[in-house]
């Protein structure tokens, strides 16, 4: 059997979709213990790799830890501390020889602060002050105004959709929707980013 290389698009849509059987193709399977619809735990068995998604925005609750996030704070939110013990847990486990991290704006900001082999973010906020990540590949979509100060020099742009707004009539609705465009994860849908 051929191994099918991990896209990061499917891995970060999944972490929002939560779909079990959404990775049994490239050898990860989904642990339902210990995944929620805020972070996923897969394993690959036969090659003891770990890979665990933490889910962005997606309910009011976490407007709340995007707030302390802004301020700071992100490490004392419940959001963090659930995602960071539930990866503990992941690794107590299975005892991976290899475990990537992953997610997509406030998914990406807990990311990045967790323990893993290998990070890869999208679109995450970050303080311009923030110290760079070693081991974290972030990308971010040109024009994405929540990941504008990410300071990490392993941060790739890319480009977004190519949305074009009218320049002579621009509304607060169209500059609030081009915004919101350039954070959405089908911009990384055809990049074939691998992980």
């Known amino acids: 059997m051929s191994v099918v290389p991990l896209n990061f698009y499917d891995a970060l849509l999944n972490s929002y979709d939560n779909n079990p059987d959404a990775l049994n193709h490239t050898g990860f399977s989904y642990d339902k213990g210990l995944s929620n619809h805020n972070q996923q735990v897969y394993f690959n068995q036969k090659d003891n790799k770990l890979l665990y998604s933490v889910a962005g925005t997606h309910n009011a609750g976490d407007l709340g830890t995007d707030l302390y996030m802004g301020l700071g704070g992100l490490k004392n939110t419940q959001r963090y501390k659930e995602a960071d013990h539930i990866l503990k847990e992941a690794k107590r486990k299975y005892n991976p020889g290899h475990t990537t991290v992953i997610g997509s704006s406030l998914g990406g900001s807990i990311a990045s602060k967790l323990s893993g082999d290998k990070i890869y973010t999208y679109n995450k906020f970050s303080h311009a002050l923030e110290k760079v990540i070693p081991n974290e590949q972030s990308y971010r979509t040109s024009g994405d105004l929540v990941s504008y100060l990410n300071p990490n020099k392993n941060t ?10 009218p320049i002579y009539l ?3 609705r169209s500059i609030a929707t081009n915004a919101y ?10 990049k074939n980013i691998f992980i």
Request: charged share 30%; glycine share 4%.
């Open 170 to 172: 621009p509304t607060y």
């Open 156 to 165: 790739k742009t890319l480009k977004g959709n190519p949305k074009i707004l």
């Open 181 to 190: 465009d350039k954070h959405q994860l089908k911009n990384i849908k055809n």
